[in-house]
């Protein structure tokens, strides 16, 4: 009785199963943000078999990137870039997904139709991680009909990361799982040259750099090891491979939104650093605007990289262990520690400058205070001495003469001497006053330093 791949022969659904024909699906982060809402929403669990891990991706599910396009090409359709060596496609589907924030990916996914050796897959993989500009659907650049096709103002950009699953199948797969030295699969040149892409010869020196989960090993059953590029998983079941492709998704996503919150960091320090502090509302402007930026740095650090970091999303150890794995690799989790620490460092500068204004407004604040204040006591003390006059003139008695002028020294000088001696004396006590201790702090702040103190010279020596 001929058993299905995934299943055993009392129905049971395993996780390991031979591909007949080899399955690559490449990943490329894509620059800029495109919002989940455009095109038709989908789910990934619609489109893939994720088999007993689906309802894991149920809980999680508005974590999840979603499938904004998706577009089954026939093999002449996708054009791919030189160095294909003979290798013949049997079918290929593209998606474009993006996360909650806005950060997407381009997903192909290929199916070959012959047998894939090791030799023609390493120049294959290289071409298209290296030259995948030149990815095209018909005669147009593949970028530039997802663009139209999704209806974006901008056009579509490959960003810096890429990562390439390679499911083998057929003799390609019982080779690599038949492999004379099954205690440590690095030593597998098929292996070590899909994972190089043909770019390291098949010596120890490159076996080296191959990583092999400690978790994902199982003698003559599979195979999985990675390098920080290109994951080679044999032996594993559908659902476990659309399980690992979720994974290094959520790898190449993460990795994507840490250098672009690093970039944007470093944009929002030189902002700080040029920006003009000649008046109090263009320094509020900045800090609102360098505060609106670190508090989007944060949201993406949160919700586009420590989602998609951890195990919560498929907590299962063979998706564990290849995350983890994988995780080292690309030093996603070092990163991820760096950039928070910068985007902490960059709140600390955003609050002392903030600080700094307060205490400038504070301190313009009091100054008007000051002013005004003195204003005050300068009109009243002008004000007194003419309203006392004015209330000696004003008074009914005999010392007012009503057939005289008020401006009559010889009858009025002493009433003037009394209304404006006490104030004329009372300014000239302050002045000294404010000399005096003008002297004082002047003295305090000149006090010589007692370092500077000369040294008085030694006594001479009695001689005893």
Do not use: K
Request: aromatic letters at 4%; hydrophobic letters at 45%.
């Amino acid at each position: 009785m001929r058993m299905l791949p995934g299943t055993s022969d009392n129905g049971r659904v395993l996780d390991s199963a031979v591909r007949e024909r080899t399955r690559i699906l490449l990943l490329f982060s894509l620059a800029g943000r495109v919002s989940p809402e455009l095109g038709a929403r989908q789910r990934l669990v619609d489109g893939f078999d994720f088999g007993r891990f689906t309802p894991h991706l149920h809980t999680s599910e508005p974590l999840l990137p979603v499938p904004i396009l998706t577009e089954r090409v026939s093999p002449e359709e996708l054009r791919l870039p030189p160095g294909a060596r003979g290798l013949a496609l049997a079918g290929a589907r593209v998606l474009v997904v993006t996360t909650p924030r806005g950060d997407a990916t381009l997903l192909v996914d290929c199916d070959f139709a012959d047998e894939t050796p090791s030799d023609a897959l390493a120049p294959w993989l290289a071409a298209t991680c290296f030259d995948r500009a030149g990815l095209a659907l018909g005669d147009r650049p593949l970028l530039d009909v997802l663009t139209e096709r999704l209806g974006l103002p901008e056009p579509l950009a490959f960003g810096q990361n890429v990562h390439q699953l390679v499911f083998p199948g057929g003799r390609l797969a019982r080779d690599l799982l038949g492999a004379a030295d099954h205690d440590d699969p690095r030593l597998s040149a098929p292996l070590s040259e899909m994972i190089y892409r043909g770019r390291l010869p098949s010596n120890g020196a490159a076996h080296a750099g191959v990583i092999v989960p400690e978790h994902m090993r199982n003698h003559g059953v599979t195979v999985s090891a990675h390098g920080r590029g290109v994951s080679v998983q044999a032996g594993w079941a559908p659902h476990v491979e659309n399980g690992l492709a979720l994974v290094a998704l959520g790898m190449v996503s993460a990795l994507a939104v840490l250098q672009r919150t690093r970039l944007a960091a470093f944009g929002m320090m030189r902002a700080n650093e040029q920006a003009p502090a000649d008046s109090p509302s263009g320094i509020r402007s900045l800090i609102s605007r360098l505060s609106a930026g670190v508090n989007e740095l944060q949201l993406d650090l949160a919700f586009g990289v420590e989602a998609y970091v951890d195990s919560l999303l498929i907590p299962e150890m063979v998706m564990e262990g290849f995350q983890s794995s994988l995780r080292d690799a690309l030093g996603v989790r070092d990163s991820l520690d760096n950039s928070a620490r910068m985007v902490e460092r960059l709140t600390s500068v955003i609050n002392a400058r903030s600080a700094a204004l307060d205490a400038a407004l504070a301190d313009r604040d009091d100054r008007r205070d000051r002013t005004i204040s003195g204003l005050v006591a300068a009109a009243t003390l002008i004000a007194l001495p003419p309203t006392l006059l004015l209330a000696f003139f004003g008074v009914n008695g005999t010392d007012v003469d009503d057939h005289r002028s008020i401006l009559d020294l010889r009858e009025y000088g002493a009433a003037y001497v009394v209304a404006w001696l006490p104030f004329v004396v009372l300014v000239l006590i302050g002045y000294v006053l404010l000399r005096r201790a003008g002297r004082r702090s002047g003295s305090l702040l000149a006090a010589p330093d007692d370092s500077r103190a000369p040294v008085p010279a030694p006594r001479p020596s009695s001689g005893r």
